[in-house]
């Protein structure tokens, strides 16, 4: 009882507390800072405009959003949960009160029907918020979600479940929380109790048991802890982590799933993987989504590297821009992975209250593995093609040094851009250093668009003003190493608004590329107002941005191009684009959220 006023107490303070709203934020993988707003030039409209709202990623109609929790397909029906605020839009963590499970549904994955949310903080084991968790449907019929409690004002953390009240219901809108909640408690010896959240889907091990991983910070060393149980309702912890590493200390938002090198078919967890699968074990760190591959050993219920980073600098990323907290399911429907992921604001705090909305998810995605069992490789599912119009198509293009190739005809707003670049020579590469592995956003910042180089940069220029005075520049710059190519990605934002105050970082990331095989390097960029993600070489790169050029509430929009700045001329065999359609997100009827 003594909890719940606390909490209770907390959350009306909170509300009209102005010191919430001014926090800083640490910003992926960097030192930067979240910008506070500064008085603003005449010349520079209002943050408060509907041109910055996505017009096709998923976010609710207002209030705060932050990570997805518990995504599955059941029954002909993709769930959509997420952390979400209902009293505003601030992050409710910094308070740590009411965090709630919001609940969308969709049978496509693009268009949202928005529900009433799902769990909400009302026992003692959740009392002070909701946190992330997963979904796991037992033997195909019986969903499950398992999530993290808050239970009082210092942060403990336990693990909960709640069921569906009705399973006959096609949108699963009631659920209802076990009565012996928590199920798994904090009594860990060096366990840090205010480190201990964010339950894995879970899976099956060949004894018949299920599994689920937690995330932890057990004596310092972040730590995935497994978690035994016959009926998914009592767990006993087993002695030896699925995997912990001493690089890193609280590890949040795991993901573990299996995939086969090569396919990009999915593999049911709870089903039986086959022989050659691999394992893949997501952790979410410092704003920044890392993974890395390996083997599990059932016997000795652990997983096992491949390869082994001590420095977490090095070790791969699941898209370099913002992009935090990603969960992936399998999806029965069309035998495949999909992965998405929370996309935060880069304007101000005080932006996001005045805005009344904060946060997005970016498109749902399909993962799979490269052939040669090392890299993640990602696409944004198909059924996002569906909003395509007004196709443009342009094939043969030469790009001398100094070119600009304007793309028009489409909504540069609102667009799906999908481009071939071929370099017309490869030896004019520069020189790689490995240094530059460790800090690729300075190589980018350093090496930027307007850097002459030997074969780069080139790529796109979207959401330019008529002078380009704003612009975003997404492009690649080829380097030779000893005995393969090594391709620089940049997503550049410090010239993407005139409007002061925001967080405009060059975000980038390295791949290897057979150039002299594959002579092709594509690019795909998907344009949504203050989103854009781009895919670089069939998605073995991915980077998020958010972008809030003054440009965009102009009446004149923004203008696109395709360019080069390298000394080899690059052709393009072909340039496709199409403006895109708005989906329907939770769309608002008669001043609420459109319910079923």
């Known amino acids: 009882m003594f909890r719940l006023i606390d909490c209770r107490l907390a959350r009306l303070a909170c509300i009209f507390s102005t010191t919430i709203l001014l926090q800083s934020l640490a910003w992926p993988c960097s030192n930067g800072e979240r910008g506070f707003s500064y008085p603003q030039s005449p010349k520079v409209p209002s943050i408060v405009s509907e041109r ?30 997420y952390q979400y605020n209902p009293d505003g839009a601030f992050d409710p963590n910094d308070s740590l009160m009411n965090m709630v499970w919001g609940h969308s549904v969709s049978t496509d994955l693009i268009n949202w029907i928005g529900l009433e949310p799902a769990i909400k903080p009302d026992i003692p084991s959740d009392i002070c918020g909701c946190w992330t968790g997963s979904a796991t449907i037992l033997f ?78 057990v004596n310092g060393i972040g730590t995935a802890l497994l978690y035994k149980s016959e009926d998914f309702m009592s767990w006993t912890r087993i002695e030896r982590p699925l995997y912990s590493n001493n690089a890193l200390n609280m590890w949040e938002c795991l993901d573990f799933f299996a995939v086969v090198p090569g396919s990009n078919n999915g593999l049911d967890m709870s089903s039986e993987i086959p022989s050659g699968a691999k394992h893949v074990l997501k952790v979410s760190i410092n704003s920044c989504d890392m993974y890395i591959v390996g083997v599990y050993d059932l016997k000795r219920d652990e997983f096992v590297p491949d390869t082994v980073q001590d420095d977490n ?49 970016s498109i749902p995605r399909t993962i799979w593995l490269d052939g040669d069992g090392k890299q993640l490789i990602q696409w944004p599912v198909e059924e996002i093609e569906s909003l395509r119009i007004n196709e443009i198509n342009h094939q043969g293009l030469e790009l001398k040094k100094g070119d600009l190739f304007e793309i028009k005809g489409i909504d540069t707003l609102q667009a799906d851009v999908e481009i071939d670049f071929e370099p017309t020579s490869i030896d004019d590469a520069e020189t790689f250093d490995p240094s530059w592995l460790f800090d690729p956003r300075k190589q ?78 594509s690019l795909r960029t998907l344009i949504d107002r203050s989103a854009v993600e781009s895919f670089g070489s069939g998605g073995r790169i991915c980077i998020t941005a958010r972008v809030y050029p003054v440009a965009l509430v102009d009446d004149d929009g923004a203008h696109m191009y395709a360019f080069n700045n390298g000394s080899t001329t690059v052709r393009v065999p072909q340039l496709r684009a199409w403006s895109m359609k708005r989906a329907q997100v939770n769309v608002m009827k008669g001043g609420s959220v459109i319910d079923a």
């Open 313 to 361: 600098r090095l070790w791969t990323r699941i898209d370099y821009g913002t992009f935090y907290a990603s969960k992936s399911f399998f999806d029965s429907k069309h035998g495949r992975r999909v992965i998405w992921a929370w996309s935060n604001e880069t304007d101000s705090y005080s932006d996001d209250i005045a805005k009344g909305w904060a946060g997005i998810h």
């Open 140 to 217: 195909g019929v019986q969903p499950v979600i398992i999530y993290t409690g808050l239970i009082d004002r210092k942060a403990n953390q336990v693990q909960n479940i709640a069921l569906p009240k009705n399973r006959s219901d096609p949108y699963l809108r009631e659920w209802a929380k076990v009565g012996s909640n928590p199920v798994i408690q904090h009594v860990i010896p060096g366990l840090n109790s205010s480190h201990f959240r964010d339950p894995t889907t879970g899976w099956i091990g060949p004894d018949g048991l299920w599994r689920i991983a937690v995330g932890a910070e």
């Open 52 to 81: 910055y709202r996505t017009a096709y990623h998923f976010q609710p109609p207002r209030n705060w959003m932050n990570e997805i929790s518990g995504p599955m397909y059941y029954n002909g029906v993709y769930h959509e949960f």
């Open 444 to 521: 980018c910042r350093e090496a930027d668009a307007s850097v002459h180089g030997g074969i780069g940069p080139f790529g796109l220029v979207i959401l330019a003003s008529d002078n380009m005075e704003e612009h975003t520049a997404v492009h690649f710059r080829v380097y030779k190493s000893e005995q393969k190519y090594i391709i620089l990605m940049c997503s550049d934002l410090r010239r993407s608004s005139l409007r002061p105050g925001l967080y405009t970082p060059a975000y980038g990331g390295f791949f290897e590329f057979d150039l002299e095989n594959e002579k092709r390097i």
